[in-house]
Structure formats: structure tokens, C-alpha cells
């Protein structure tokens, strides 16, 4: 499985941008798909998660403001982040998982100014 990640950039607190998540290769068998990230000098954490039935969930951080959504047809995961505030700053990463297995995309930087 491999992923590719982009859509960050830099934009201003209260903005907006769409990440996507494109996977390729092994893609029969994933079970979910998810975005993380990890802020300089932070742990990695979990953003959210959508299931291979279509349903999401959200770290409380961000629930209202980020939203996943999944194109089948493209094999591509989004996530819209809207209301930026300069904490989310961070790089971003999808990650799918197939057979207990863990894939993770390369990662996308996001960064949002005050």
C-alpha cells in the first residue's frame, strides 16, 4: 500500500484547506483509513478516522471544525480542516490499515499563522 499525502500550505488562523490522502498498490483488504499528526516537539496523535463503511470520528480537538470524507471511485481520503487556529500547526499524515498491518503516507505540513 502506498500513500501519498498532500494540500497543506500555509495559511492564516480562520482559514481552511483540504488534505487528501491517495493510496495505491494493495489497496483490497484496507479496513479504515485515518489522519494523524505531530506538532514540533510533540507526540504523534490521531486526528480522525473513517471505516471502510463510511463512518468518521474525530479527536475532540478538532470535532466541528475537520471532517473526513472518502472518494471510492479515486481511492483518495480527504480532510477538510476549517477554522484553522495556529495549534493545529503540524505535519499531517494518513495512515491506512490492512490486515493489521499499518501504512502511512508521507506526510503534508500544515501551518497556520496568527
Known amino acids: 500500500v502506498q500513500l501519498q499525502a498532500s494540500g497543506g500550505g500555509l495559511v492564516q488562523a480562520g482559514g481552511s484547506l483540504r488534505l487528501s490522502c491517495a493510496a495505491s498498490?494493495?489497496?483490497?483488504?484496507?479496513?479504515?483509513m485515518a489522519w494523524y499528526r505531530q506538532a514540533p516537539g510533540k507526540q504523534r496523535e490521531l486526528v480522525g478516522s473513517i471505516t471502510s463503511g463510511g463512518s468518521t470520528s474525530y479527536a475532540n480537538s478538532v470535532k466541528g471544525r475537520f471532517t473526513i470524507s472518502r472518494d471510492s471511485a479515486k481511492n483518495t481520503v480527504y480532510l477538510q480542516v476549517n477554522s484553522l487556529k495556529p495549534e493545529d500547526t503540524a505535519v499531517y499524515y494518513c495512515?491506512?490499515?490492512?490486515?493489521?498491518?499499518?501504512?502511512w503516507g508521507q506526510g503534508t505540513l500544515v501551518t497556520v499563522s496568527s
Open positions: 498498490g494493495s489497496i483490497l483488504g484496507i479496513n479504515g
Open positions: 495512515n491506512a490499515a490492512r490486515y493489521r498491518i499499518d501504512y
